[in-house]
């Protein structure tokens, strides 16, 4: 009978250490803590075609705001290659104990945006209004149900991750909901399942205190970080070149036409490194940064030109 007892208590053992899901049901993971990022890739639906576009939006958490008497995380945006220009989108709050978590647009009705504590078989609704008051535009409401959940590792660290389908719209997608991050497809996803105006959206990076967290990167989109007009925009720029690519840190930057322009570096995550006029060629040296990715952007008086270099020393 003693046998039996610790052969029953190895094998829940067991079972505990190979499910670790189980192990942190309890866990949850606030949306709103620490200062948190969104890299967010838009696309055309004809990219990589020659009509089509790419570009990155960054969402960040702002300060506390009030509004009614209630708590707000104000939420700003930027879609500048630079990331110097940012709009209030709206505001955020989040119940903890229920696991929810509420969107405010700008001059518009609070909507549930995100669930947690949801199971499997559950319909869940979210709604968001287009164009303004007294337009004729009705809400648009969206509705999915839950089709499994498990759990993905972050840092050692397992979270929730609810699978759903769209049950409003026939598209043939599965939408994935992390808790403490949101929606693979972007962090307003739940509320445009559709892609609105023939775009897509798709999450490509997440980061707490500037460390990347998570990256939803493919064979695609491999980085953090895309800012092309169209491939006509990427193809243009051929009498600029920067060598030896990757480097150790010091780079010949070669422009052939005389026209001067101004040079920003920039990382990934939106922090500019450098900010200077030049005129013609120039050889620089970052090796004082860290090694990874890099933007070198190229703004002469009507056109933008970016680079991607690699520091590794």
């Known amino acids: 009978m003693k046998t039996h007892k ?3 208590l190895f094998i829940i053992i067991q079972v505990l250490f190979n499910h670790p899901i189980y192990l942190n049901a309890q866990t949850y993971y606030p949306f709103l803590g620490n200062d948190k990022k969104w890299n ?3 696309t055309s639906n004809s990219w990589p075609e020659d009509s089509g576009y790419c570009y990155t939006e960054q969402i960040r958490l702002g300060n506390d705001t009030l509004i009614d008497g209630i708590t707000y995380k104000v939420i700003i945006s930027s879609k500048d290659s630079l990331l110097t220009r940012w709009n209030t989108i709206g505001f955020m709050r989040e119940n903890i104990e229920d696991k929810n978590i509420f969107y405010l647009p700008v001059n518009k009705k609070e909507i549930l945006l995100y669930d947690f504590s949801i199971e499997v078989n559950d319909t869940i609704e979210t709604k968001f209004k287009f164009g303004e008051e007294n337009t004729g535009v009705l809400d648009s409401i969206v509705k999915y149900v839950v089709i499994s959940i498990d759990s993905i590792k972050i840092n050692n660290q397992e979270r929730k991750k609810i699978n759903l389908k769209c049950l409003t719209y026939p598209w043939n997608i599965t939408y994935s909901w992390i808790e403490g991050i949101g929606d693979i497809y972007g962090l307003f996803a739940p509320c445009f399942p559709f892609m609105c105006g023939s775009e897509n959206t798709l999450l490509l990076c997440f980061y707490e205190d500037d460390n990347l967290v998570y990256s939803n990167l ?3 989109y491999n980085e953090c970080f895309y800012w092309l007009v169209s ?3 990427q193809n243009m720029p ?3 070149s920067i060598y030896p690519n990757p480097s150790d840190g010091k780079y010949i930057i070669s422009v052939s036409i005389t026209e001067p322009y101004n040079l920003t ?3 990934n995550t939106g922090n500019i490194f450098l900010n200077k006029k030049i005129h013609g060629s120039y050889n620089i040296d970052i090796s004082n940064l860290n090694n990874g ?3 070198f952007i ?3 008086k009507n056109f933008r030109v970016v680079k991607k270099i690699i520091l590794k020393k």
């Open 6 to 8: 610790i052969l029953k």
């Open 40 to 42: 967010i890739l838009h």
């Open 218 to 220: 493919t064979g695609t």
């Open 231 to 233: 491939e006509t925009y």
């Open 238 to 240: 051929s009498f600029i």
């Open 265 to 267: 570096i920039m990382n």
């Open 293 to 295: 990715l890099y933007y």
């Open 298 to 300: 190229f703004d002469f």
